[in-house]
C-alpha cells in the first residue's frame, strides 16, 4: 500500500461511482459535504449503461421490502419507505428523461441508459462532487480519519461510504474490494453467491433438452420462495429466462427448481376438451406448449388420445407439466449474474443511515450489503434508497 500523505480531507469519499456511490455523492454534497468519488473504471455508470437492455429499468411503481432477499428481510423497509420510487421518477422528470412502464410495474428510459448516468453526473456536479476516474482502490487505513489507498493519491476522509457493488460481471469492473474492507473492520460478510442467473443442468439432461436451446414459454418457477410467473428459456447449458433468473435467487445446491408449464390451466376444462379431441396427446397438447417440448416430454402417454386413456392418467400427464421438477448442477456463475446475493450482513448496520453500528464513519450501500431485489428495477431502487439514507 502506498504511504504518501493526503493533501486534502474531505468529509466524505465514496468508493464506487456505480448508481448507489454517485447518488449518494450528489445527495451528501447537496446537503454541504466536500464529496470526492473514487472509480477505477475510466466511465462512470458501466452497470447502469447495459441495465435494462440499454434502457435501464430505474425503479418499480411497487417496491417493497417483500422483493428483496436478505438474510433479515424487514432491514430495508426503511431505506425504501424514506426514498421511494415516486422519489426518483420526479428526479427523472425534473431531467425531462422520457420513461414508459412495461410489464409488472417496471419502469424504463424511453431513449437510453446513458440519460440516467448524465442525470446522476450532473447532479453531482451541481452539487460539487469531484468524480475521480481511473483510481483503482487498493485499500483502506482508519486513523483518525479513513485514508483510502489507490493507484493514485491516497484520499482522506472523516467518513468513507463503500458502494463498490457485488461480484457481478467482473468484465464492467466489480472486485470484492467492499467485501474486503468489512471483514477488515471486523463486520460480517455472508457469503457472496450470483443471483438472477441462468442455470446449468448435467449432460443427461441436455440430451434430452439440449435442443430445446431458445424455445421458451409462458411458466410459474419456484426455488425455495416464492413463485414467479414470467418467461421461461431453454438454453444450451440449461435454463433462463425471467421466471427462471427471478427463481434462481432462492435456489440452492441439491435442491429442485419447480416449474409449471401450464400456469393458470383449468385442468377439469382441459380435460374435457383434451378428451373431444382425436389428435394423440403429443399433438392436442401443442396449442397449449411449445411442440419441440411435447417432442422431448418423457411420458409414452402422450403418444395416446386422451379418450383412449383412463382418466385419472390424463390428470397424472398435466400433473407432471404442472410440477416439472428440474435439479441445476449449478449457474452460470458470476460472469453471467445480474446481481449477487449475500454481502455485508445487515445486522452489522444502522437501517436508518447504513453505517456501521461498532465503526463510526464507515458506511456501507447499494449492492455489497446483503439486500438483493428481484428483477423488475427493485436493485436500482435499492441503490437509490440506499444511498439517500446514508
Ligand atoms: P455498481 O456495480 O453499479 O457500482 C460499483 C462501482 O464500484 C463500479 O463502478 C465499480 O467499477 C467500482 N469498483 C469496484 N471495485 C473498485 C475498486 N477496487 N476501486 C475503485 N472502484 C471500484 N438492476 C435494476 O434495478 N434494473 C435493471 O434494469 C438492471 N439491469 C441489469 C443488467 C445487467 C446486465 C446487470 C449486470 C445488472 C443489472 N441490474 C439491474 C442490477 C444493477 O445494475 C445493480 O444492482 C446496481 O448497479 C448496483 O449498484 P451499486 O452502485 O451498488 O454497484
Not at 456505480?18 to 452497470?47: D, I, Q, W, Y
Not at 435494462?52 to 430505474?58: A, L, M, Q, T, Y
Request: hydrophobic share 40%.
Amino acid at each position: 500500500m502506498p504511504n504518501a500523505v493526503a493533501e486534502t480531507v474531505w468529509d466524505v469519499v465514496v468508493l464506487g461511482a456505480g448508481a448507489a456511490g454517485l447518488f449518494c455523492a450528489a445527495t451528501a454534497a447537496a446537503g454541504g459535504a466536500r464529496v470526492v468519488v473514487v472509480e477505477h473504471n475510466s466511465k462512470p455508470g458501466k452497470k447502469i449503461r447495459i441495465s435494462g437492455g440499454g434502457r435501464c429499468n430505474f425503479t418499480n411503481r411497487e417496491v417493497t421490502h417483500r422483493n428483496f432477499l436478505s438474510a433479515n428481510p424487514d432491514f430495508a423497509r426503511s431505506a425504501l419507505q424514506r426514498y421511494t420510487p415516486q422519489d426518483f421518477l420526479d428526479l427523472v422528470d425534473r431531467y425531462g428523461i422520457a420513461w414508459h412502464e412495461k410489464t409488472l410495474g417496471q419502469l424504463f428510459c424511453d431513449g437510453s441508459a446513458q440519460q440516467i448516468i448524465d442525470l446522476l453526473m450532473q447532479e453531482c456536479t451541481a452539487a460539487g462532487v469531484e468524480v475521480h476516474l481511473d483510481t483503482p482502490v487498493l485499500g483502506v487505513e482508519r486513523g483518525e480519519v479513513f485514508t483510502v489507498h489507490t493507484q493514485r493519491a491516497p484520499y482522506s476522509a472523516s467518513r468513507l461510504v463503500v458502494a463498490s457493488g457485488g461480484l457481478s460481471i467482473p468484465s464492467l469492473g466489480a472486485t470484492g474490494i467492499g467485501y474486503d474492507i468489512a471483514r477488515q473492520f471486523g463486520v460480517r460478510v455472508i457469503e457472496p453467491e450470483p443471483a438472477l442467473v441462468p442455470v446449468v443442468c448435467d449432460s443427461v439432461w441436455s440430451e434430452r433438452y439440449g435442443a430445446l436451446a431458445g424455445v421458451s414459454l409462458d411458466v410459474e418457477a419456484e426455488a425455495d420462495g416464492p413463485a414467479f410467473r414470467e418467461h421461461l428459456l431453454f438454453t444450451h447449458k440449461g435454463l433462463s429466462g425471467p421466471a427462471i433468473l427471478q427463481a434462481s435467487s432462492y435456489w440452492h445446491r441439491e435442491t429442485d427448481l419447480t416449474v409449471d408449464l401450464l400456469p393458470g390451466a383449468d385442468d377439469p376444462q382441459l380435460y374435457e376438451q383434451l378428451r373431444d379431441d382425436r389428435r394423440i396427446l403429443r399433438n392436442a397438447l401443442a396449442d397449449l406448449l411449445p411442440s419441440r417440448l411435447l417432442q422431448q416430454w418423457p411420458d409414452e402417454r402422450l403418444e395416446h388420445k386422451a379418450i383412449d386413456l383412463k382418466k385419472s392418467d390424463v390428470h397424472d400427464v398435466l400433473s407432471g407439466l404442472h410440477r416439472w421438477l428440474v435439479r441445476p448442477i449449478g449457474t452460470e456463475g458470476f460472469a453471467k449474474a445480474e446481481v449477487t446475493r449475500g454481502g455485508v450482513d445487515t445486522t452489522e448496520l444502522s437501517s436508518k443511515t447504513m453505517e456501521c453500528r461498532h465503526v463510526p464513519g464507515l458506511y456501507f450501500i447499494g449492492e455489497v450489503v446483503d439486500v438483493t431485489g428481484w428483477l423488475g428495477g427493485y436493485n436500482f431502487q435499492w441503490a437509490w434508497s440506499s444511498a439517500a439514507a446514508a
